[in-house]
């Protein structure tokens, strides 16, 4: 097994690809669904620079849709979550209604052509699943069958019972697949996380490729705070549980060379007496992604200069690197 061709992760083209072909075709996690519960609610987000956003409605279904004025492609909420009546665009005041439909585009002028039902925002798909809420663009297959074997895998798991308490955001200068390399391996682990390495029994530490999604578990010594296990999910989402709740990410490109982390936390215990506790953990959790970020950094620098050319990939511990780089190339094609 070759890791895959470095040349695949510092060309805007191929992210352009990406975008296309992954991203836009994809359902794509967007946090909480408790952010969602009443009407005119909202989270708007991008995905691999693609404006979205859910909103639920009046009638209490939940829709997405693109987050791009039809008139002269503005973009029509902030980033983030909020409330709303109609959705004005900020740039000349059209108005949509929550089923996306124009409502008003004002000052227009006289157009014996122009029919408001002929400009509504273009929608997309929306879904929740266990508490937690997924857009798509243009999905290729239904969510369930993207998650595939995550179902069953989380099937004892209470994660919709955990309440979302934070959301933390970060930024590096490297192709989100060095990241996702990264992430989805536990080889770099005592040479990047000593403490880390020094609080599981790594010697069993394993990694198996699945029908949607990589596990990866070790057997914790006493005092760590993850419980041994971590998921990831094709194609950018991941999900790792710890004592009394979890966390997820989104490992979402800003464009070829920068990728941003969108992580939230969920406890099942939210009391005000546990509060520090909480914050702990969520620095602990933090501390420990924060070190992969110089590795990634360097190793795009020799990707983008070609100073790399690829090498094998252990058939121990990166199972999952060939399981997510197979997945790319299918993605990309030819």
């Not at 536990?186 to 000593?194: E, F, K, M, S």
Request: glycine content about 8%; hydrophobic content about 40%; charged content about 25%.
């Amino acid at each position: 097994m070759l890791n895959l061709d470095p040349r695949l992760y510092a060309s805007a083209d191929i992210f352009q690809r990406e975008r296309e072909r992954i991203f836009a075709t994809t359902w794509q996690l967007l946090g909480p669904a408790s952010r969602l519960t009443e009407p005119g609610s909202y989270v708007a987000a991008e995905i691999a620079g693609l404006k979205v956003f859910l909103l639920r409605g009046r009638d209490g279904i939940l829709r997405g849709f693109r987050n791009v004025c039809r008139h002269r492609g503005a973009r029509l909420l902030p980033e983030g979550t909020g409330r709303c009546g109609p959705i004005r665009c900020p740039y000349h005041n059209w108005a949509y209604g929550d089923r996306g439909e124009l409502l008003t585009a004002p000052w227009f002028g006289e157009d014996p052509s122009f029919r408001k039902d002929d400009w509504p925002l273009h929608e997309i798909a929306a879904r929740e699943w266990r508490g937690l809420v997924f857009a798509a663009v243009a999905p290729a297959q239904m969510l369930e069958d993207q998650l595939g074997e995550l179902i069953g895998e989380l099937e004892d798991e209470p994660i919709e019972r955990y309440a979302a308490v934070a959301e933390e955001r970060m930024a590096f200068d490297a192709n989100w697949k060095i990241y996702t390399d990264n992430f989805v391996e536990g080889y770099h682990i005592p040479g990047i996380h000593p403490a880390f390495f020094a609080a599981i029994d790594f010697e069993q530490f394993k990694t198996t490729a699945h029908q949607g999604f990589i596990r990866m578990t070790a057997p914790p010594r006493e005092g760590l705070f993850y419980r041994g296990k971590w998921l990831w999910m094709w194609p950018n989402w991941t999900l790792s549980l710890f004592s009394g709740g979890m966390n997820t990410s989104r490992i979402n490109p800003l464009d070829h060379q920068r990728t941003e982390l969108i992580y939230n936390f969920y406890f099942a215990d939210t009391s005000a007496a546990t509060k520090a506790a909480r914050r702990d953990t969520i620095e602990r959790n933090l501390a420990v992604v924060r070190e992969d970020f110089e590795i990634c950094i360097e190793t795009h620098k020799n990707y983008a200069t070609r100073a790399y050319d690829a090498g094998p990939l252990s058939p121990r511990h990166e199972a999952g690197v060939h399981y997510f780089q197979n997945r790319i190339s299918a993605a990309l094609g030819p």
